[in-house]
């Protein structure tokens, strides 16, 4: 059950009878016949919720004068004038919905600040309280992180093995320290040659006098070396050929 609230209460206004307007330039106060109002009572502002009322009433007895419904403001509920910041132009509704619009006026500026940063207020409140509800019904949209249906992901990787990462390492190391590094075994797996096998000490040729040296001319790395059968019992004067 929502409870009637008294935002406002002002012991003494005046209400002016108010011609029609004439352009687009608003009500000026200085057209009224500010002298002679047509009525003096007191002004209640008064909210139910989010409804906001001025209610004119008499000082005495309360009897209500007039009903200034306010949906919002500025609007067309509550009007400054052109001329002075002490009066208002008020559309008040009777009880079948009719309306009407009169002059109101403050006898003090004060008042009328009073009036205006009541009205403000009340419907900073208001908006407020929707954006609230508007919250509760409506929560805010966590962030999806997630694929949708058709997307796809690219992600560039360069896997270097373990072993080739290390051999790297090992080489680059040797050419920093000395700039040498080990030579690779031949392909194919092949082997050096053995050198060949030295003939018997009795059989080496001696040097003659052709001035050649002492070692023959050999035939090949792979030759079988001469034996006992082949190799002449005497020493020539030249050099004998393996």
């Given at each position: 059950?929502?409870?009637e609230?008294?935002l406002?209460?002002k012991?003494?206004?005046?209400?002016?009878k108010?011609?029609?307007?004439?352009?687009?330039?608003?009500?000026?106060?200085?057209?009224?016949?500010?002298?002679?109002?047509?009525?003096?009572?007191?002004?209640?502002?008064?909210?139910?919720?989010k409804t906001l009322?001025?209610?004119l009433?008499?000082?005495t007895?309360?009897?209500?004068?007039?009903?200034?419904?306010v949906?919002?403001?500025?609007g067309?509920?509550i009007?400054s004038?052109?001329?002075?910041?002490?009066?208002?132009?008020l559309r008040?509704?009777?009880?079948?919905?009719?309306?009407?619009?009169?002059?109101?006026?403050?006898g003090d500026?004060?008042?009328s600040f009073d009036?205006?940063v009541?009205?403000?207020?009340?419907?900073?409140w208001?908006?407020?309280e929707e954006?609230?509800?508007k919250?509760k019904?409506?929560?805010?949209?966590?962030?999806?992180?997630?694929?949708?249906?058709?997307?796809?992901?690219?992600?560039n990787?360069k896997i270097?093995k373990k072993?080739?990462?290390e051999?790297?390492?090992?080489?680059?190391?040797?050419?920093k320290?000395?700039?040498?590094?080990?030579?690779?075994p031949p392909p194919?797996?092949?082997k050096?040659?053995?050198?060949?096998?030295?003939?018997s000490?009795?059989?080496?040729p001696t040097?003659?006098?052709?001035?050649?040296?002492?070692?023959?001319?050999f035939?090949?790395?792979?030759?079988?070396?001469?034996?006992?059968?082949?190799?002449?019992?005497?020493t020539?004067?030249?050099?004998?050929q393996?």
């Open positions: 059950m929502e409870y609230s008294v406002l209460v012991q003494e206004v005046f209400v002016y108010i011609p029609p307007r004439q352009s687009n330039r608003g009500y000026r106060a200085a057209d009224w016949n500010l002298n002679e109002p047509t009525w003096t009572g007191r002004l209640r502002m008064v909210s139910k919720g009322a001025v209610k009433e008499d000082k007895s309360g009897a209500l004068f007039a009903n200034c419904p949906e919002a403001y500025p067309v509920a009007e004038v052109s001329d002075s910041s002490r009066y208002f132009v008040i509704q009777d009880d079948n919905g009719r309306n009407a619009f009169i002059g109101l006026g403050f500026r004060s008042d009036l205006n009541a009205l403000q207020d009340h419907f900073k208001v908006k407020n954006q609230i509800e919250e019904v409506e929560p805010k949209q966590q962030l999806d992180l997630g694929f949708k249906e058709g997307e796809t992901i690219k992600i990787m270097t072993d080739g990462s051999a790297s390492a090992r080489s680059g190391g040797a050419k320290a000395g700039g040498l590094g080990l030579l690779p194919g797996g092949s050096i040659a053995p050198p060949p096998t030295a003939a000490p009795s059989h080496q040097a003659g006098s052709g001035g050649q040296t002492e070692w023959g001319e035939t090949s790395a792979g030759a079988k070396p001469p034996t006992a059968a082949t190799t002449p019992s005497k020539n004067a030249n050099w004998v393996f």
